[in-house]
């Protein structure tokens, strides 16, 4: 199999339902769609095995047509045009918001029309379920076409308009169909794509297909107009916005880390993950970023989603574990699927994950500052919430003094991380402060010693002295991207000499053109083979880092050469390759919001000056930088 059969990780738009999504090519080809949601089994998965994995491709028969791609402004409808001596044609990509409730229903429309000129369009439909290891019945009907597998049927039907059903021709061919139509200006038609139909194919009205994508249009346009962002990089904020909003699970508001599983992060190499799954982390995170943009239903929903894991795991030995599927299950059992030879013959092709059962005490700072963020907005937390938040910093005072796997979740064996420390003190800091500001029944004096044992400790061991840095552990000299973390919590001041000297060696080790990467693997080995890229969660951190320094013009600089970085369409993958290529599962929530982060922040640091240290952010905070 040549590399060229594989599209590059960045030449993808993204679009979805709010319960699952695809990837959709520069070239018409969904190569990756997983029923009935993110973290199910594929029936699209040619991206991870182009022969193996199933693909729905939609473009003009021949060669010579030149594609762009685009969203209809304001929502997450995917236009692909194709260019050509002879015509200018388009593919609208859009999926019907399928709700709140789980449901296995779900529909993909792919609208096809001419505006100019005349071309023949061709598409080919081959699914493959259970990740390319179940090839479906493939039944033609008067209307359509039915695949039928074990325990899944997807339904092919035709939309057709402006008078092309005479010139449409559906044939079977090599276990999928192939259909082709030829369109001049002014005429379309659709194809619709349905997961546990109701019933066989049918000729489905032209009014019904407009209505549809009506509906979509209108809901996200309605939905993204409640953003109170007008900063100077609205565009490319509103879209993040929407990239995390595909990327939330609505039943029950779990946000995945990204929609795809095992894009590798060096081509050819072994750091190959499935990253269809809630991480605590992750998800903490985005409650910033949505309250910093007024969306505070899809902040409550998630904080909602984590209350109820820190209940049901509040009496175990460990009150939260790193990940969970998006229902909340806790088994994400990790398996290679050795049938597929991965993107690019970057194998293994893992699902599942592994790194859940490590132990990451960062995680519960993170989830303690959403938690506080929420208070701060009036996601107030109740008795029993609360109650589950004690056990929880009870348990950490206990619990925070011992190695860990760490926020990159490296795989070559515990350590005592700053970044994990740094995040126990921000999780004592903040269940202190709402303990303090709601009058809520708590041992303060132990959270208190614990929070200010934290404090020393970091303080004594974590800065290393010959390096003037503070360190990825205690027992390295080894820098970390993670900890320009430091002042956006609060915890150092930005004109701390420590701090200072410590964001001087970053910019000589870990920062390349303006890009950061987490950390030397050469110097800090993680258990895997091969090297990566810059991380685009960290190149923002160092945007918000700078700034809060002083650095106002190093720090928008610095955010302006990461927006070039961005594919076509303004999303992003986890890391940039050496040549801007983009590396890792595709787009990254990580990275999306944190440019959220970074540009509300910025904003607001250019217009009111950069501030001599870093309050934890308030509603009034959020407010203004919006």
Not at 12 to 40: K, M, N, Y
Not at 372 to 389: C, K, M, P, Y
Not at 481 to 506: C, H, I, K, N, Q
Request: negative net charge; glycine residues 8%; hydrophobic residues 40%.
């Amino acid at each position: 199999m040549h590399e060229d059969d594989y599209p590059a990780i960045e030449n993808h738009g993204l679009i979805g339902d709010l319960q699952t999504a695809a990837l959709v090519s520069t070239e018409g080809t969904i190569d990756w769609l997983c029923l009935p949601r993110f973290d199910s089994p594929s029936v699209f998965g040619s991206l991870l095995d182009h022969a193996k994995g199933g693909y729905f491709s939609i473009r003009p028969a021949g060669d010579g047509a030149v594609a762009r791609q685009m969203y209809l402004p304001g929502t997450s409808i995917l236009i692909t045009r194709f260019l050509s001596p002879d015509g200018v044609g388009e593919v609208i990509d859009f999926m019907p918001i399928a709700g709140e409730t789980a449901t296995d229903q779900h529909r993909l429309v792919r609208l096809i029309r001419v505006v100019r000129g005349e071309m023949r369009f061709e598409a080919e439909v081959r699914p493959i379920f259970d990740y390319g290891r179940e090839h479906p019945t493939v039944e033609m009907t008067s209307e359509g076409v039915q695949f039928k597998g074990r325990d899944m049927t997807l339904n092919l039907s035709i939309s057709p308009e402006a008078g092309i059903a005479r010139d449409v021709e559906i044939v079977p061919s090599d276990g999928g169909i192939t259909a082709r139509a030829t369109l001049s200006a002014g005429q379309a038609g659709g194809l619709i794509l349905e997961s546990a139909p109701d019933g066989l194919p049918r000729r489905v009205p032209e009014a019904e297909i407009h209505g549809l994508f009506e509906e979509t249009r209108e809901y996200w346009r309605d939905w993204i107009a409640q953003s109170k962002y007008r900063g100077r990089w609205r565009e490319m904020v509103e879209r993040s916005a929407m990239t995390l909003k595909l990327m939330t699970y609505a039943p029950t508001g779990a946000l995945v880390a990204a929609p795809t599983a095992a894009l590798p992060e060096q081509m050819g190499g072994e750091r190959n993950w499935d990253y269809r799954y809630t991480w605590i982390r992750d998800a903490s995170f985005s409650v910033y970023a949505l309250l910093s943009l007024g969306f505070t239903d899809e902040a409550q929903a998630y904080l909602r989603w984590l209350g109820n894991r820190i209940r049901e795991s509040n009496n175990t030995d460990k009150p939260l574990q790193i990940m969970y599927r998006i229902d909340g299950s806790p088994d994400l059992h990790e398996e290679v699927l050795e049938h597929l030879e991965g993107y690019r013959k970057s194998a293994p092709v893992r699902i599942g994950n592994g790194a859940a059962d490590q132990i990451q005490l960062d995680i519960f700072g993170e989830a303690l500052d959403s938690v506080f963020l929420g208070d701060a907005s009036n996601i107030r937390v109740g008795h029993e919430g609360w109650t589950q938040v004690a056990g929880l910093i009870d348990w950490l005072c206990d619990n925070w003094d011992q190695p860990e796997e760490g926020i990159w979740e490296t795989r070559g064996g515990q350590q005592d991380f700053t970044y994990g420390r740094l995040m126990c003190w921000v999780a004592f800091d903040r269940a202190i402060r709402l303990a303090t500001d709601r009058a809520r029944p708590a041992d303060l004096m132990r959270w208190i010693n614990a929070r200010d044992e934290v404090y020393k400790q970091i303080m004594s061991r974590g800065f290393h002295a010959d390096r003037k840095a503070f360190v990825q552990h205690y027992d390295t000299n080894v820098l970390d991207a993670s900890l320009l973390y430091m002042p956006l919590v609060g915890f150092v001041s930005p004109e701390d000499p420590m701090w200072r000297s410590t964001l001087r060696a970053m910019d000589d080790e870990l920062v390349s053109d303006s890009l950061v990467y987490r950390y030397n693997p050469a110097a800090s080995p993680d258990g895997l083979q091969g090297s990566e890229g810059t991380f685009s969660i960290c190149t923002f951190w160092y945007v918000d880092a700078l700034a809060r320094s002083g650095r106002l013009e190093d720090a928008r600089l610095t955010f302006d050469k990461m927006l070039t970085y961005g594919n076509h369409l303004g999303l992003y993958s986890e890391e940039i390759g050496a040549t801007g290529e983009q590396l890792g599962n595709f787009p990254q929530a990580f990275s999306h919001l944190a440019l959220i982060t970074a540009a509300v922040n910025l904003d607001y640091q250019l217009d009111h000056g950069a501030r001599g240290e870093a309050p934890v952010p308030s509603p009034t905070r959020m407010a203004d930088a919006a």
